[in-house]
């Protein structure tokens, strides 16, 4: 057999060929008109699908460097911040504070399991001075969506702003950060924006500026005052990495034409298949309010967790994820964001039947397939 490759990942997702390929256009220098052009066509964009009127700031990082660029530009040491850790994600915002000297109440959620809007009001009592919250949109090691327009609702009635990693969430599931009050906005370049990795965007609200003003930790690379004056005159402080801000231009010409609302229906239909298929397998989701970006599977009672996605990454090229941290070996996760199309959802549930059978599981054969066949049948468009 050929070894065709399928990558079914959270991240790094597949990518549209014309994407791709433009990577290997001439490299244009960056201080030049042209490039000014393209960079100030992506940073409209950006700010299109975070859905807000603030600069949007293209850094050369991972999504992670975004991550500690809402941290380094909005505190100070000693400031008292609360973090939600539901996952591998939502954990890494301690692990960025507290080498920082940020004040941290980290609040340890069951994965998978939801934290209400209430829960941050009694938390937010409970820590009076709070200077900012850091959570997550969509908590990838869990397949699990938060709260956010609830957060953004109760934030605004305080002084402290809402920071929230959208870096595999953004794009893929609703999340306007103006409308709710999303005061620092962070995001990945290989999640649902459909180019390689190497890029992070960040955008901060007014709210959050006036804390940048009195912001004392240590920054230099990551000031967003540098980005923000740069911004003004079309460029980047340093080097951008052109060719990805080629690809982002090509793949944001394709989100802007299919339409923010369209694609949130896209991945609802891949996500709605998904999890009949899973369904089907009797199989059950992790999480207690699943996203549609990705699917978190628990292993079922009796099956080596670890062989299954070795089997399913090895033998049949079909790269699902496993679990992290405690997960490990105890779930598996497919995912259907970025440039995904139904076809994907059926190759990835038919690797998992072929695994399932090799594993001694019992179900109904073709019955994932056909029950996620069902759903994108009556959808498709
Ligand atoms: C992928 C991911 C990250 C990490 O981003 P890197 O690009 O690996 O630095 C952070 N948060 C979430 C929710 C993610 O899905």
């Known amino acids: ?132 919250v850091f959570t997550t949109l969509s908590e990838t090691s869990s397949g699990t969506l938060y709260d956010i327009q609830g957060y953004g609702e109760v934030l605004a009635q305080s002084e402290a702003i809402l920071v929230v990693d959208g870096i595999s969430g953004l794009g893929a599931t609703p999340c306007p950060m103006d409308e709710w009050k999303v005061d620092v906005m962070v995001a990945g370049s290989q999640k649902s924006f459909m180019i390689p990795p190497g890029l992070a965007y960040i955008s901060f609200s007014p709210k959050a500026w006036e804390l940048a003003e009195k912001s004392t930790l240590p920054k230099f690379y990551f000031d967003a005052k540098a980005y923000k004056k740069s911004l003004g005159k079309s460029t980047t402080p340093y080097t951008p990495a052109v060719s990805l801000i080629i690809q982002q231009k090509k793949s944001l010409d394709i989100i802007k034409s299919m339409g923010l609302e369209k694609l949130f229906e896209h991945h609802r239909l891949l996500g709605d298949a998904t999890r009949a298929g899973i369904q089907a397998l009797g199989l059950e989701l992790l999480s207690k309010n699943p996203g549609n970006i990705l699917t978190a599977v628990k292993v079922p009672e009796g099956l080596d967790g670890l062989q299954l996605v070795k089997t399913m990454q090895g033998k049949y090229q079909a790269y699902i994820a496993g679990g992290q941290d405690p997960y490990k070996g105890k779930i598996f996760r497919i995912a259907h964001l970025g440039y995904m199309g139904g076809f994907d959802i059926i190759t990835a549930l038919s690797a998992l039947e072929m695994t399932l059978s090799e594993l001694g599981y019992d179900f109904e054969s073709g019955s994932s397939m056909k029950a996620a066949q069902d759903v994108l049948k009556e959808n498709w468009e």
Not at 62 to 73: F, L
């Open 1 to 132: 057999m050929i070894k065709k490759y399928y990558l079914l990942s959270p991240g790094p997702t597949p990518i549209p060929a014309d994407v791709l390929s433009s990577a290997a256009e001439p490299i244009i220098h960056h201080r030049t008109p042209e490039f000014s052009a393209i960079f100030m066509e992506v940073s409209t964009g950006l700010k299109y699908v975070f859905q807000t009127d603030q600069d949007v700031f293209v850094l050369a990082s991972s999504g992670t460097g975004a991550m500690q660029a809402a941290v380094v530009n909005t505190l100070s040491a000693g400031d008292k911040a609360i973090s939600l850790n539901g996952g591998k994600f939502g954990e890494r915002w301690g692990k960025i504070c507290r080498p920082y000297g940020v004040d941290l109440k980290e609040i340890e959620l069951e994965w998978g399991q939801p934290f209400t809007a209430e829960q941050l009001a009694d938390e937010l009592k409970a820590n009076p001075g709070t200077k900012a």
